[in-house]
């Protein structure tokens, strides 16, 4: 008299599935071996209970293959392996298996992964490009006398009147931070520009250079605190003489 665990298992031993990856259009190419551990108890039932087995198994790695990327292959078999290797047990007809799985590609769904890869790195590079050709442009702007050139080279204006015109869009591109793209020591440089620019009189700034060099040589950094003097003494050099015609 046949075994009915054996009955099932032969229909069980290898059967296959198109399942749905993350990406609409691309499927994974699943082969199911499943392993009966009980079965019903006569072989009438036998060809019911395993096309629940496979019914139930193509249902739970459907479930999971959707949400899957088909751009990582092997961690996607390691992942379905795992959940497949686990004991599954069918209520009606009773029945207790696991399974192992290899899951591929067929040709068409891997060119339709390399095309998909492909125009991600394009996409990716044309963002950078673009980032960087932003960054610059704005870069440039955030000077007057750069606002002021685009200017002389597309129209002739009345520069008198758009001096103040230039100084304003200089302001607004220098104040530009793209979020997320600076820490905490941008931060604290802005507050420091910020703080500097709210003196007005040369003076006044001569006296924040003394402090911000004198801190620096009492935290030892007599480089920083150099670099500092220069940078005053250049600013000194640029101020008119008192008095002067």
């Known amino acids: 008299m046949p075994d009915p665990s054996q009955e099932v298992q032969a229909q ?5 599935a ?3 990856s993350v990406h609409e259009g691309i499927a994974f190419h699943v082969v199911f071996h499943a392993h009966v551990r009980s079965a019903p108890a006569t072989v009438a039932d036998a060809d019911e209970a395993a096309r629940a087995v496979r019914i139930a198994l193509r249902h739970e790695a459907a479930d999971f293959l959707r949400h899957q990327a088909a751009t990582d292959l092997h961690s996607v078999q390691d992942l379905l392996a795992r959940e497949m290797a686990n004991p599954h047990t069918l209520v009606a007809p009773e029945v207790r298996y696991d399974a192992r799985v290899d899951v591929t590609l067929l040709p068409g769904d891997r060119a339709a992964v390399e095309a998909l890869l492909a125009a991600q790195r394009e996409q990716s590079i044309a963002i950078a490009i673009r980032r960087k050709e932003t960054e610059a442009v704005a870069e ?8 002021m050139a685009r200017w002389a080279t597309t129209d002739a204006a009345d520069w008198g009147k758009r001096a103040g015109e230039a100084k304003s869009l ?3 591109f220098a104040a530009y931070r793209p979020p997320g793209r600076h820490g905490v020591e941008y931060a604290l440089v802005e507050a420091v520009r910020e703080f500097l620019a709210s003196f007005p009189e040369p003076a006044q700034k001569q006296m924040l250079y003394g402090l911000l060099g004198a801190g620096m040589q009492r935290a ?4 920083h605190a150099a670099r500092v ?3 005053a003494g250049a600013a000194e050099g640029t101020r008119a003489p008192s008095g002067s015609a």
């Open 12 to 16: 069980v031993e290898r059967f296959e």
């Open 18 to 20: 198109r399942l749905d």
């Open 140 to 147: 440039e702007l955030s000077e007057p006398a750069a606002v």
């Open 170 to 172: 200089a302001e607004l």
């Open 220 to 223: 030892e950094r007599p480089a």
């Open 229 to 231: 003097e220069e940078i």
